[in-house]
Structure formats: C-alpha cells, structure tokens
C-alpha cells in the first residue's frame, strides 16, 4: 500500500500515473467523478457525450418566421398581395402598427421589398425578393402541417 501524498502536487502526480496506468484521458477521469456516470471504481469510463447545438440558421430562421404575424404576411404577399390595404385586409386581425411594423422587420430581414411610385397619388407596393419567394413553400407546408395537426381554436 502506498503512502498518502503529502502535498497537492504529489496528489496530482500519483492521479496522472494511475490514469497513464489505466489509460484514461483526462476528459473521461472527470466524467469518471460525475455521480450517475460509470462507477468510480470501474476502469471503463465512457466518454460523455458532446452538446447537442441548434444549427444557427435554423434559429435565425426561425426568428425570422416566428415573429407574430411574419408568416402571414409573407403568405399573403404570396398570394399577390402588393399594397398595405391589401395585406391588412388579408390578414384582418393585424393591427395597421403592427402591419406597418413587420413589414418593416421584414424589409431588414432582405424577404420583402418596399416601392415608392413616382407618380401622383404616390404608391406604395410591397413584393417579396428571392428569399421571401424561396419561404412560400415552406410557409404552406407549414399550414398543411397546421391542418393536419393542429386543428383547433386559434389563440388570440
């Protein structure tokens, strides 16, 4: 039996040859204090397991598309709506500060573009770019999901 090390050096010393002498990386020695992982007795000590992450585009997407309202609008763009009055009637139940709001969100976001007419009265219409085109799809996968499996009353 050896001798108790004295010193916090020498007790470091002696865990990293035990460690050599059971060929256990240093990773798998700290899983090995983690009560609930393999025992500490046990020369076999499993690996943990690495982080799941979100991907970053997904969160990004979904910020984007989760917004209150964002989807709809886009939706309704799809769906040829090109004028302020248009989009809000499509969407009945968005307050025009809020319409005004998300298309703006919406313009930064690169998925929708704003034009000023030079005429008189001065238009203003609203079309989706490359982006917002490319998310129509997926937006009516989305409602056909929402048919299929969330069928119910809306949460005003």
Do not use: H
């Amino acid at each position: 039996m050896s001798a108790r090390p004295s010193t916090q050096g020498e007790e470091i010393q002696e865990m990293t040859a035990t460690r050599a002498k059971r060929k256990v990386t240093p990773e798998a020695a700290l899983l090995s204090t983690v009560p609930g992982s393999s025992s500490n007795n046990s020369t076999e000590v499993k690996p943990a397991r690495a982080p799941v992450e979100a991907c970053p585009s997904f969160v990004r997407a979904m910020a984007i598309i989760g917004r209150r309202w964002s989807g709809l609008i886009i939706q309704a763009m799809a769906k040829g709506c090109t004028s302020f009055t248009e989009i809000s009637t499509y969407a009945e139940k968005l307050s025009d500060a809020s319409l005004s709001r998300r298309l703006k969100e919406l313009e930064d976001d690169g998925l929708i573009v704003r034009s000023v007419s030079d005429e008189r009265p001065v238009r203003v219409r609203y079309s989706l770019t490359e982006a917002g085109v490319a998310l129509a799809p997926v937006l009516d996968m989305l409602t056909s999901w929402g048919e299929r499996y969330a069928a119910g009353p809306v949460e005003e």
